[in-house]
């Protein structure tokens, strides 16, 4: 609860700091538009203003400070413009409509589930395969551990691409993408989980004959549950960020990352922030999910976390 | 088809002879600990190699490694000039500023307890901001150039650089703090004396993820607008080309790049924090 009160806050310090700051950075655009409306502004010259300093104009201007909230394509769009267009494109619009960010949210979290369920699965046979295989340890792990410092991300394009050339296309190149990018935190993560028990733990187990397989179900898989929820954490959000620049290289017309492009292209501004704040939402909320799964399979198997 | 045959043979070749290392007298040993992971790297670009020639894979899907190294060695002025612009101008200085300005923060959240319950709930949040959605808002504010890159690397790497240092900040025990009020230390004496050096290894910690983190934010930020320079500017331009070596050869660059940048933290880290468990063997 002492928390809540420091929360609200700070969140109400950052939305006044965003209001004051849209002041000087939509002014130089606020007074273009005001002095092709007729208005009188201060200097008169459009060139002249272009090299003023921002701060110059607003003491100068002061009469159009209402309107740098409200400018149709702004360059910081104020929050009221930001919280307005997610409503207006999540709450009232039909959720198959073209222009519905639930529409697009859910074509960008479809290739996510799809790349995070192959990546995670295929992320944990790998890691089984190191914990149990000397010569996969040996070989495989010290190249898991060194594509982590590679920037994947810049692979996408390409493999988006040459999918495409082949004739794959829509969410499955998008799911290869993610599925990819969540892999790596996974392998790294269960073979940590899987080796985490400690040598009293495995030898009590090979007093009881334990066959390899025995003591992989009942000590190894339950102890690495901790570290797969940790990874998984990562792994998802690695995936969403896959899907959004999966969009990005074909151009395509439906997801978020989408919906980000077309509003790059096209200037418009709240557009892009209203994708932005729901691909944050989005990913707040899969994170959140699983960490809510974490603490309950976590309190039924007797890990206090 | 003789060639597939050859790859095929090579593969499990170079498998009985990693099985035969790792499970031979020596596998502890340094040199083997090196060359099982090299010997498997080669087999794969030589089955690589070997598959792309023998299936006649089109070079506008997957060009051979040796393609990709003819390229290499024509364009390196291009891949130079390409490296300079996006890693030394957009992830070296963003790097930089981004981790001293969340250095900067986390001391100034460490002395007031209220900031640290209200920034790390919303600093958490805006961690799970896409970070590569931000780049079109940051390339319109700070224009094409290397400065916009620079400004998605900052916003990339301060969250998990704040997160690690406010951790480290609280490594100390008690006991030590303690001892630091028994000699009447000042609260700056103590941060620079004890918890500081304490909180070395969290803080190296948070400096490795952000040197990837810096990398990556760079490179995408260039595929959302750049001058007709830079990693990211490249990939995509030969994307478009179908010039699927030059694509290889940039990603070539960039795990060099990525690999070097990271090993020498490490390598300081090995230097600032020898005396933490981490370092031994």
Redesign the interface.
Known sequence: M??LL??????FA?VVLWYIACVP?NIKGVLTEAERAGAVVVPAEAKVRRDMSAFGLVMANQFVIPATWEQARP??PAPHQVVTELWQTTVQKKITSKRSLVYHGWVTLSATLLGFAIGTGLGVLLAVGIVHS??M???????AI?S????????A??II??LY??GVQGIIPKAVISAYLSFFPVVVGMVKGLRSPDAMQLDLLRTYNASQGQGFWKLRLPASAPYLFASLKIGI?AS??GA??GE??TGAVAG??AR??A??YYGQ?VQ??S???A??IL??TL?GLLGLIERAVLARMGIAR | MILVVFALILWAAGWWFNVRLANGPAAGSRAVQLAVPLIFGLTILAGWELLVRGLEVPLVILPAPSLIAARFADSLPILWADFVQTFVKGALSGYVMGCGAAFVMAIAVDRSDFLRRGLLPVGNFLAALPIVGTAPILVMWFGFDWESKAAVVVVMVFFPMLVNTVAGLNETTQMQRDLMQTYAASYWQGLFKLRLPAAMPFIFNGLKISTTLALVGAIVAEFFGSPTLGMGFRISTSVGQLALDMVWAEIVVAALAGTVFYGSVALIERVVTFWHPSQRG
């Open positions: 002492k928390s420091a929360v609200l806050s700070v969140i950052i950075m360059r910081l000397r010569v340890d040996m070989s495989v792990m010290p190249w060194v982590q410092t590679i920037p994947i991300i810049a692979l394009p390409m691409v040459v050339s082949i959000a969403l960020i959004i620049v990005l290289p978020l990352g980000l492009l509003g790059s501004t892009i922030w994708a932005l704040f691909a944050a990913a707040a994170v």
